[in-house]
C-alpha cells in the first residue's frame, strides 16, 4: 500500500510483484526527466531517462512513462527484487539544473 | 566508467574548524555539482561549476566555499559551520551544463556525511 505523512510516501510490494513509483512535475518546459535510486548511505544511483519527444523508454526491468499532458511520470520495475528497496526521486530538468520530486520509498519483502 | 569519488565518506567538525569535501570525477565532464542531502528528503542544490567557473550559486551562506582547480576536481571548503549544516554532501558531474531546460544526465559520487558538534 502506499502512506503520506510525516515520512516518504512509502510503497511496499512482494518480491516478485510489478512495482510502480509515480512522480507529478511542475514545469511544463522540461525537457529531460531522470529517475534516480538511492539506497541508505549512498548517493543517487541513475536509473533510466526519458526526453520529452518520447512517451515511454524501457530498460532492464524497467519501463518509464511519461504523460506530458497532465504532467506525470511512472517508474515500473518489473518482477521486483529484495535489491530494489531503495528511495526513487524522479527529477525534471530546471533551467540548467534539476529539480527533484520529494522521493518515494520502496520496500520488498520476501 | 560512470564514476565519481569523494572523500572524506565521514567527516566530523566543531563550529570553529576548517575543512575540506573533496570531489573527483575522470569522465571528461565539464559540468560538476555541490548538494546537501537531509535525512528523507531529496537533494538541494548548492552550486554549480561549468568549464571550471561558477555558474549557479544557489543563496549559499558563505561558510561553504566552493573552489574548481581542474576540470576533474571539485572541493567545498568549511569554515564555521552550524549545527543544523550536518548532512550528506553530495558531489555530481555531468557531461556538460545543458542548454536552458534540456540539461544532461548527473552523476552523483556517495556522499559525504558531516556532522557538525
Known amino acids: 500500500g502506499e502512506s503520506v505523512g510525516l515520512h516518504l510516501p512509502t510503497l511496499s510490494v512482494q518480491e516478485g510483484d510489478n512495482s510502480i513509483i509515480n512522480c507529478a512535475y511542475s514545469?511544463?518546459?522540461?525537457?529531460?526527466f531522470i529517475w534516480y535510486k538511492q539506497e541508505s548511505g549512498k548517493g543517487p544511483q541513475f536509473i533510466i531517462d526519458?526526453?520529452?519527444?518520447?512517451d515511454k523508454r524501457q530498460g532492464q526491468r524497467v519501463t518509464v512513462l511519461l504523460n506530458k499532458t497532465v504532467k506525470h511520470l511512472s517508474l515500473q520495475i518489473a518482477a521486483t527484487q529484495p535489491g530494489d528497496s531503495a528511495v526513487y526521486f524522479c527529477?525534471?530538468?530546471?533551467?540548467?539544473?534539476?529539480?527533484f520530486g520529494t522521493g518515494t520509498r520502496l520496500l520488498v519483502s520476501p | 566508467d560512470t564514476e565519481v569519488t569523494q572523500t572524506p565518506k565521514h567527516l566530523v567538525m566543531g563550529m570553529t574548524n576548517k575543512k575540506s569535501l573533496k570531489c573527483e570525477q575522470h569522465?571528461?565532464?565539464?559540468?560538476m555539482y555541490w548538494y546537501k542531502q537531509k535525512a528523507k528528503k531529496p537533494p538541494e542544490l548548492m552550486f554549480v561549476?561549468?568549464?571550471?567557473?561558477?555558474?549557479i550559486n544557489e543563496s549559499v551562506p558563505s561558510r561553504f566555499s566552493p573552489e574548481c582547480p581542474n576540470s576533474s576536481l571539485l572541493n567545498l571548503h568549511l569554515h564555521a559551520l552550524q549545527p543544523e549544516d550536518s548532512a550528506l554532501y553530495l558531489c555530481?558531474?555531468?557531461?556538460?551544463?545543458?542548454?536552458?531546460?534540456?540539461?544532461?544526465?548527473?552523476?552523483f559520487g556517495p556522499g559525504t556525511r558531516l556532522t557538525v558538534l
Open positions: 527529477a525534471e530538468t530546471g533551467f540548467q539544473k534539476l529539480v
Open positions: 514545469n511544463s518546459a522540461s525537457d529531460y
Open positions: 555530481a558531474s555531468s557531461q556538460d551544463l545543458g542548454n536552458g531546460f534540456a540539461t544532461d544526465t548527473q552523476y
Open positions: 526519458i526526453r520529452s519527444n518520447m
Open positions: 569522465m571528461g565532464h565539464r559540468a
Open positions: 561549476y561549468s568549464y571550471e567557473k561558477l555558474s
